[in-house]
């Protein structure tokens, strides 16, 4: 019986394939940003229906909440002040919204809009309606119970538009 040598180059390759989705894999979980100073969780996206944002969830982190309402893309921040109040806006920027890019990444302990590069610390979201400014959800437009802030699908509707040429 004759030992077949095995072949060097196909080894080589499985362990180069290996090595590439092991570091594919690594890449997938960290942080987006190259330096690892971004930080930006999101949630599970939700379709025509309330966004129901758990309070234990929420922390000096923002946290997005994605939905999709009548195939508008949109999505919600969450985050909570350093005063220890859980704050939620519409991750677009209020002057900024047309453009597209108009949406916030957060770098550092300051949200950054990513077409006029402005920035906001989480004490400044949900603060005020107006200017270059997170747009805030205010305590009308949402229902706050012991352990969740529901923010309803019809207050979605209704903001939808605000995002027609989001993240385009």
Do not use: H
Not at 69 to 91: M, S, Y
Not at 99 to 123: A, D, I, P
């Amino acid at each position: 019986m004759t030992k077949t040598k095995p072949n060097i180059n196909r080894l080589i390759l499985i362990a180069g394939v290996l090595a590439v989705a092991a570091a594919a894999a690594v890449l997938t979980l960290m942080p987006r940003g190259g330096s690892g100073a971004e930080l930006n969780l999101r949630a599970a996206a939700v379709t025509d229906a309330d966004i129901v944002i758990s309070l234990r969830d929420v922390t000096e982190n923002a946290r997005f909440y994605p939905a999709v309402i009548d195939g508008t893309q949109l999505e919600i921040i969450a985050v909570k002040a350093p005063d220890g109040t859980v704050r939620t806006a519409f991750n677009t920027c209020q002057s900024c919204y047309g453009s597209g890019r108009g949406y916030y990444v957060q770098s550092g302990g300051v949200l950054v809009c990513q077409n006029c590069r402005n920035e906001f610390t989480m004490s400044q979201v949900e603060v005020r309606a107006g200017g270059c400014n997170p747009v805030p959800i205010f305590a009308a437009d949402k229902e706050v119970s012991g352990d969740s802030i529901t923010v309803p699908v019809g207050f979605l509707r209704d903001s939808a538009f605000i995002f027609g040429n989001w993240k385009a």
